[in-house]
């Protein structure tokens, strides 16, 4: 490629160094030869002259991977790479255990199967699980009893209720009488029809207190009953749950001694510690299942960037695994310890990422892209174009036939590419791939 006059020179770099260095460099270069196919020039060991341009063969070009590409402005992301490993989510690890006493009759599950939500892992021979079953339908029974009083007491304050309301109206009815007389007892109405109605009156209040007494106790005796109704099914569901008893299910038919432990969600086995014939207590760890569908990764920081990870612009994480070079994982930070480990001087960091694949297993260790920020567009390279040697970073730029050496100033730096700042411009073709074996060819002159 070539360049307007006094826009992009030959692009070479100052070196500042000293006698020493120089004599020193030059006698710890070490002399490569590259031998190329007859017919296509050769490019021989010599001197280690980064800054003379290099020309390469086909042939060469073909053994070392070569490979050239026009650069352009993309989006790039600052980060922060850490090592970190994979747990399971606390809520998505569970210990299986039983809670009754018996002889374990069967496991069916190893470790490594998969577990679905549901499924029996262990059935248990329980004299106990038998007794609590008769426990279960016995109170059944008596709630069902407590319910046929619940409703005859009911009807019986509905029948108070209903005494009630009539003695009312015979109170109003006999009081308007009382009224009545009471206005005309001057024009020769006899007395005793006053008196009769006034003893009417407080009969019927007297009748009407009665049935409020009794309307009130029917209500009582009614909540009462109810009350009692609502502790039996709490007990029988207290005790179905401790049973694995299904809800729903007909007591009636399933009289038996065997316990069935069932799988509460979805995942692997990881852990078995009983197999039949076993004597199994309340409370005591059989399996282990742990869902792997989704996990954490813990992450070490370093106490130097916690302050860079704190302040960060993105919750996004990339995971990689040395097992698969092809799986490219994504997660997001969920928070940073509160506490350092005293010795190794870091927070771990805890990651929340989906593994839909189970590429991620328990313990293993994973590469971390923390991604800081993002720079909407930036000039930038691979990183593989880049070649460091100590404060210098370039890159080798096609000219024509030749590749020559161009220093640069390098910006935010991600997991694939490096932010160019000063050095190069959009469209240069710049070697991607085969950069560091330049730096090795001896610099030729192309031939005429």
Do not use: C
């Given at each position: ?157 509905e029948q108070a209720g209903a005494e ?248 935010v730096t991600d997991d694939q590419f ?31």
């Amino acid at each position: 490629m070539s360049y307007p006059s006094g826009k992009h020179p030959k692009r070479t770099v100052r070196w500042g160094l000293s006698l020493a260095g120089l004599v020193l460099f030059s006698s710890v270069a070490t002399v490569h030869w590259v031998h190329a196919h007859e017919g296509h020039g050769e490019e021989e060991a010599g001197e280690f002259d980064l800054d003379a341009p290099r020309i390469v063969s086909s042939q060469t070009a073909k053994h070392i991977g070569l490979q050239v590409a026009e650069i352009d402005t993309q989006p790039l992301e600052e980060i922060l790479e850490l090592t970190g490993w994979v747990e399971p989510l606390p809520d998505q690890h569970r210990d299986v255990v039983g809670r009754v006493a018996g002889e374990v009759t069967e496991v069916t599950k190893q470790v490594g199967d998969e577990v679905k939500a549901g499924e029996v892992l262990v059935r248990i021979d329980s004299p106990e699980f038998a007794r609590n079953l008769y426990e279960v339908r016995k109170i059944e029974v008596d709630y069902q009893k407590l319910q046929l009083e619940i409703e005859r007491s009911g009807a019986k304050a509905e029948q108070a209720g209903a005494e009630v309301e009539i003695a009312k109206i015979e109170i109003a009815y006999a009081q308007a009488e009382l009224d009545r007389f009471r206005s005309i007892e001057g024009e020769g109405v006899a007395q005793k029809e006053v008196a009769r109605w006034e003893t009417e009156v407080a009969r019927d209040r007297g009748k009407l207190r009665l049935d409020e007494i009794a309307l009130t106790t029917a209500v009582r005796e009614t909540e009462a009953l109810q009350g009692q109704a609502k502790a039996l099914r709490l007990s029988r569901q207290a005790l179905m749950v401790l049973n694995n008893i299904d809800p729903g299910a007909d007591v009636d038919q399933q009289l038996t001694s065997t316990y069935e432990i069932r799988a509460e969600n979805n995942g692997v086995v990881v852990s078995r510690s009983v197999r039949p014939g076993q004597w199994a207590e309340p409370g005591q760890v059989l399996l282990e299942v742990a869902d792997y569908s989704r996990v954490r990764v813990v992450g070490e920081l370093p106490e130097s960037l916690i302050h860079r990870v704190r302040d960060r612009q993105s919750d996004k994480v990339r995971l990689r695994v040395a097992a698969d070079r092809e799986f490219l994982g994504e997660g997001a930070i969920r928070y940073i310890a509160p506490q350092l480990d005293p010795v190794k001087r870091t927070a771990h960091l805890f990651i929340d990422a989906p593994n839909p694949g189970g590429t991620l297993r328990g313990n293993m260790w994973v590469d971390l892209t923390i991604v800081l920020r993002e720079v909407k567009q930036a000039l930038v390279v691979p990183r593989s174009a880049v070649v460091i040697m100590g404060p210098m970073h370039f890159v080798f730029v096609k000219n024509g036939e030749e590749y020559v050496k161009q220093d640069i100033v390098p910006g935010v730096t991600d997991d694939q590419f490096v932010e160019v700042l000063d050095g190069l411009v959009p469209r240069d073709p710049v070697v991607v791939q085969g950069a560091y074996s330049l730096t090795h060819l001896k610099p030729k002159k192309a031939k005429k």
